[in-house]
C-alpha cells in the first residue's frame, strides 16, 4: 500500500485550505520562486517604461542648452539612456511573458488536478445534489480564475503600482507641490475607482448570473431535446429561453450603463489631471522654478499616469469577479467530505462473506427513516433475492452495504468488521455492484469492460464478455471491441448496456456480488443464458439479487421480502410460497400461479423461441 500513487486512497484526499486567499496562495506556493522572478521583471518594464519622461527631460534640457548648435554629439549620454530603456522594456517585458508560458499553464493544471482530486473523495449524496456539468464548469472555472486573480496582481496591479510610486517620486524632485498635487490625484483616482467598481459589482454579479442561468437552460434544453421534439415543442422551447435571453440583455445593459458612467468619471478626471499638470507646470516655469526639461518630464509622467489609470476601475471589477469565481469554486467544492476513511482504518478481508445488519437506522432524510432498527444476517456464500415494491428500499440497502450512505444508527458488519472502520478502497475492492442503471464511460468497449480488473488481457475481457453474452453484439459492431459507447453509453440498446456491466463485474470477481436488477433489461432467453453463468461465476461468493421479475431469482438460497423499509418475509421460494403471504401475492400476480419451470416454458413459447 506504501507505493500507491498520489491521491489514490480515501485518506489522501489533498487538505485544502477553505478561504478564497489562502487557496489562491496554496494554488501558487509550487511556484514562489518564478512568480518573484515574475515580480522582478514586471518591475523592470514598469520602471524602465516611467524613466523614458526622465530621459526625455534630459535631452530636453541638452537642446535647450545647446543655443541652436547641433546636439547628437552632446546628447548622446541621454540618447544612449533613451535606447537603453526601450531595449529593457523589450527584454523585461518578452522575459516576463516567457515566465507567463512556463507558470501559466502549469499553475492551471495544478489547480484543476488539486480540485478534481478532491472532489473525487465526495460522497454518493455530494454527487446527488451537485450536477455534473456544473462540477466540471466550476472546476475550470476556478483554476483559470486563480490564474488571472494571480496576473491582475503580477501584470496590473503591481506595474501601476510602481508608476505611480515612481512618477510621483520624480515629481517629488521637480517640484513638492506638482509632486504633491499629482501623489493627491493619483490617491482620490484609486480610491474612487475602487469604490465605483465595488458599487458596480452587484450589477457585474448580475449579469454574471444570468449568463450562467441561460447557459443551464440551454444546457438542459439540448440534454431534454429529444422530450421537445416527441412533444413537438420546439418553437415553445425557443419562447421560453427568450424570456431568459431578454433578462440577460436588460442585466448587461445595466452593467453596461453603470460602466459608461465610470468611463465618464475616468474622462473628466484624466482632462484634469492633464490640464492641472500642464497649468500648474507653467506656472512653475513662470515662476522659473522649473526649466524645460522638468516641464516636459512632468507632462510626459502625468500622460504615462493616465495611460495606466485609464482602465482601474474594470481592473478592479474583473478582478473582483475573478476573486469571485475563486471563491464559488472553493465554497461548492472544498467543503467536508461526507464519508472517508477514518483516521486508522484498515483493509477489509473478505474471506468469507458474511455480512449483517443490526439495528440499522437510515433515512435520506433522517427525519424519514427508510429503515428503521434493520436486522438481517446473511450467511457466507448465500445467494440472497431482494424483492418488494417499487421504493421499499432494496436499493437503498445495498447502497449501504457498499458505504455510498452512512447509516443514522446500527452497524452494517462484513466477516464481522463494522464497514465504517476499513478503508473504502478495499470495501469496494471486494464488494461488486452491477446498479439499477448501469452507466458506462464515453470510452472504447473494451476500456468499459476492462475496468472491472485494470491490466487484463484481451483474453480476459473477450472471456468475461461471453460470458456476460455480450460478445455476439460486440463483435458485430463496426469497429468491435474499440467502438465508443457515447455518453453514459447512450449507443448501446439498454440490455447490451447491461450486459457490458455484467462483464465489467464478472471480470472483477469479488467475492461479495450484488445484482440491483442487473437482468431486468434483457429478454427471457437472453436472461437464462446469462444466468446460467452468472450462477457458475457466483460459485461460493456471497451473492445479493435485486429483481422485480421474481423468476429471475426464485432459484435462490433465501428470498427476503421488503415492503416499506422492512423486511416482512424471508425464506426460500418454495417456503415464502407455503406461506401464502406476501410473496406468494406477488408472485400469482406475475406468473398466473405457475411454477418456475412452467413459467420458463411460457416465457419461451410466448417469444417463438425453441
Ligand atoms: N438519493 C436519494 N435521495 C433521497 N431519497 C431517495 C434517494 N434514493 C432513494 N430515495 C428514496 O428512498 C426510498 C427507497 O428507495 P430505493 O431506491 O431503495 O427503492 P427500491 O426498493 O430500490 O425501488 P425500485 O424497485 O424502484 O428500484 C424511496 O422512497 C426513494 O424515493
Ligand atoms: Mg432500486
Redesign the pocket.
Known sequence: MSKTPEFQRAGAAPDLPTGTVKFILYCMSHFRGLMALMLILETGQAAGNILVPYAVKSIMDGVAHSAGGPVLETLRGPLLLLAGLALAEILFSRASGAVLIVIGPRLRQRTTRTLYAYLQYHSV?YF?NNFAGGLAHRISETAMSVNHTVWSVLCDFWPIAVTFAVSVTLLLGVHQGLGLFVAGWVLLYVLSSYGLATRCQPYAQGYAATRSLVNGKIVDAVTNILNAKLFARLDYERQYLDGFLETEVRAARRTFWYMERVRWFQFIAAAALKLGTVYYALTLWDGGQIGVGDFTMSIGLALLIISDARNLTRRFLEFFEYVGNVSNGVDTIVRPHDIVDVPDAQPLRISQGRIEFRNVKFG??PAQP?FDGLNVTIVPGQRVGLV??????????VGLMLRNFEPQGGQILIDGADIAGVTLDSLHEQVSLIP?DPSLFHRSLKENIGYGKLGASDTDISEAARMAHADDFIQAMNEGYESLVGERGVKLSGGQRQRIAIARVMLKDAPVLILD?ATSSLDSVTEKTIQENLDRAMGKKTVIA?A?RLSTIAHLDRILV?DNGRIVEDGSHDELLARRGFYHRLWSMQAGGFLPEQLNQADFSAMGHE
Open positions: 449524496r446527488g435520506y432524510d427508510v418488494g415494491y417499487s421504493g421499499s428500499g432494496k436499493s437503498t440497502f439499477q436488477e435485486i422485480h421488503f
